[in-house]
């Protein structure tokens, strides 16, 4: 099993959970999140003041999936994720060593 997280512009969730949805992804942690990399923040105006936003809002996705279907469950929030544009985002991908519901006491895959 692997642990897929990503972090994604806000206004991309939804687009990227109706297309993991179509690959019947049974389960996802959503995180509201800020922070920054390449782009390094932003400058706004409000009432004539400039100011230096550093950390950006961004939404962070975490799903635990069987290994066969890490491949498409990145490609998809790639697909669905991107604009071309700095700030789009990354996906990391760890392997996971157990999983345990805690109300059945399932292990393994049968508790995802």
């Known amino acids: 099993m692997k642990k897929v997280e990503a972090i994604i512009q806000p206004f991309k969730l939804e687009p990227v959970k109706e297309a993991l ?8 942690t959503v995180t509201e999140v800020k922070g920054f990399g390449v782009q390094k923040g932003i400058r706004e105006v409000y009432r004539g003041m400039e100011y230096q936003v550093d950390f950006l809002p961004k939404v962070k996705i975490e ?3 069987p290994d066969e279907k890490v491949k498409s469950i990145v490609d998809t929030i790639v697909a ?6 700095i700030g789009d985002g990354k996906i990391f ?18 508790a995802v």
């Open 80 to 85: 669905k994720a991107r604009t071309g544009r």
């Open 63 to 65: 799903i635990i999936a």
């Open 21 to 28: 949805h179509g690959l019947s992804v049974q389960g996802m």
């Open 93 to 110: 991908v760890y392997p996971v060593e157990e999983v345990i519901r805690i109300r059945t006491g399932e292990t393994g895959e049968e």
